[in-house]
């Protein structure tokens, strides 16, 4: 008994740390780099299957494009950017993975009000984006928000809007990081990036 509550004690002190940890400002992460490995974590789907994001990568190369949620009207049109492109995307054999701390629910508002052909997640207690190294503290004013829209499991983390390449293992092979939540990579330019790709795999 003493075994399991000093377990339990461990495990509640592992996750104050961790969330003591986390960068004050978006302009202060220390995200994961090329060549490094995406980590493992259990994502839900609109519907609220479980799925494993290595299981998700396996399937083939991907476009990982993290995003702050469907109230963000920045996200919004990014996403539908990223729609545009899509099936040039998938052409060049890629698949397009969203994920953002929305609950299942508000995941299911936003496919249907943007129409996407391509897969969202959702990482509400941020497990996957805290290990990826893009989370930040959420501003204040945006904590009831965030703890709502993520079902109750968002801790006051918000992520730094990005994208990631990655290779069937997991292996990241390009990214696109920037703390201005208002520039996001653009369809055009990630269309550029995936040719290049499949130019050095040849």
């Given at each position: ?6 377990l ?17 400002k978006?302009?202060?992460?220390s995200?994961?780099l090329?060549?490094?490995?995406l980590p493992?974590?259990v ?6 299957s479980e799925?494993?994001?290595s ?8 476009v990982v ?5 469907g109230?963000?009207?920045f ?11 899509q ?9 397009i ?14 496919d ?9 997640f959702?990482?509400g207690n ?18 009831g ?9 968002n801790?006051g ?13 997991g ?8 703390p ?7 369809g055009g330019?990630?269309?550029?990036v ?9």
């Open positions: 008994m003493q075994k399991l509550t000093l339990a004690m461990c495990f509640v002190f592992t996750l104050l740390t961790a969330s003591a940890q986390l960068p004050e978006a302009e202060d992460i995200p994961l090329n060549g490094e490995m493992e974590a994502l839900k789907s609109p519907d609220g799925y494993r994001f299981e998700l990568l396996k399937e083939k190369p991907s494009l993290f995003y702050r949620g109230w963000c009207p996200c919004n049109t990014h996403l539908a950017e990223i729609q545009g492109v099936n040039e995307v998938v052409n060049l054999g890629y698949q993975i969203a994920i953002s701390p929305d609950s299942p629910e508000n995941l299911q508002a936003t249907e009000k943007q129409n996407l052909t391509y897969r969202l959702s990482d941020g497990q996957l984006t805290k290990a990826v190294g893009i989370a930040f503290k959420a501003p204040e004013r945006n904590a928000r965030l703890l709502e829209i993520s079902g109750g499991l801790d983390f918000m992520p730094v809007p990005s994208v990631f390449v990655a290779d069937t293992s292996k990241i092979v390009f990214e696109y990081i920037n201005d939540y208002r520039t996001r990579l653009s330019l990630l269309l550029a995936l040719k290049e790709l499949k130019k050095e795999q040849k």
